[in-house]
């Protein structure tokens, strides 16, 4: 009786780890991005994460962590995609391609692969929070636009 008192005594458990691949298409020359965080419930080690992304851009079929890019909405422009695999304690709403990538983040994926991901009230605060990190922590961050929440 006395364990089960301690057990239950003891702080709950920190958020589980999840394995994300942060998606993230950037238009050439201008510091204009969109982001997106996919998670797999079957992927759990980044190298499963990096192994799908291998997979998807050779095949140019992405069974897992399936993501449309919708190139028709960017004619005239030109862009390019960066994936990043990475965990986190933080859970996002599940994606869904829409028009509406209205929610300004600053995003970050350190040396060790972790994710971070601040709500900011516009890309030009976003900007700004950054320049005010020092130059080691923003080499691995950077700002974009997505269409999801990040939950409680």
């Given at each position: 009786?006395?364990?089960?008192?301690?057990?239950?005594?003891?702080?709950?458990?920190?958020?589980e780890?999840?394995?994300?691949?942060?998606?993230?298409?950037?238009?050439?020359?201008?510091?204009?991005?969109?982001?997106?965080?996919?998670?797999?419930?079957?992927?759990?080690?980044?190298?499963?994460?990096?192994?799908?992304?291998?997979?998807?851009?050779?095949?140019?079929?992405?069974?897992?962590?399936?993501?449309?890019?919708?190139?028709?909405?960017?004619?005239?422009?030109?862009?390019?995609?960066?994936?990043?695999?990475?965990?986190?304690?933080?859970?996002?709403?599940?994606?869904?391609?829409?028009?509406?990538?209205?929610r300004?983040y600053?995003?970050?994926?350190?040396?060790?692969?972790?994710?971070?991901?601040?709500?900011?009230?516009?890309?030009?605060?976003?900007?700004?929070?950054?320049?005010?990190?020092?130059?080691?922590?923003?080499?691995?961050?950077?700002?974009?636009?997505?269409?999801?929440?990040?939950?409680?």
């Amino acid at each position: 009786m006395l364990a089960l008192g301690l057990l239950l005594a003891l702080p709950t458990q920190a958020a589980e780890q999840r394995v994300y691949l942060v998606a993230t298409m950037q238009l050439d020359g201008s510091s204009l991005a969109q982001s997106i965080f996919l998670h797999e419930p079957g992927i759990t080690e980044l190298e499963g994460c990096r192994e799908a992304v291998r997979a998807g851009q050779r095949d140019r079929d992405w069974q897992k962590y399936h993501h449309i890019f919708r190139s028709d909405r960017f004619k005239g422009f030109s862009g390019h995609m960066q994936y990043r695999c990475a965990t986190s304690d933080q859970q996002f709403s599940s994606w869904q391609d829409g028009p509406r990538y209205n929610r300004s983040y600053l995003i970050g994926v350190d040396e060790h692969s972790k994710l971070n991901v601040e709500r900011t009230s516009s890309q030009a605060q976003c900007r700004a929070q950054l320049r005010a990190l020092p130059a080691a922590r923003q080499a691995h961050r950077f700002c974009a636009m997505g269409n999801q929440q990040i939950m409680p």
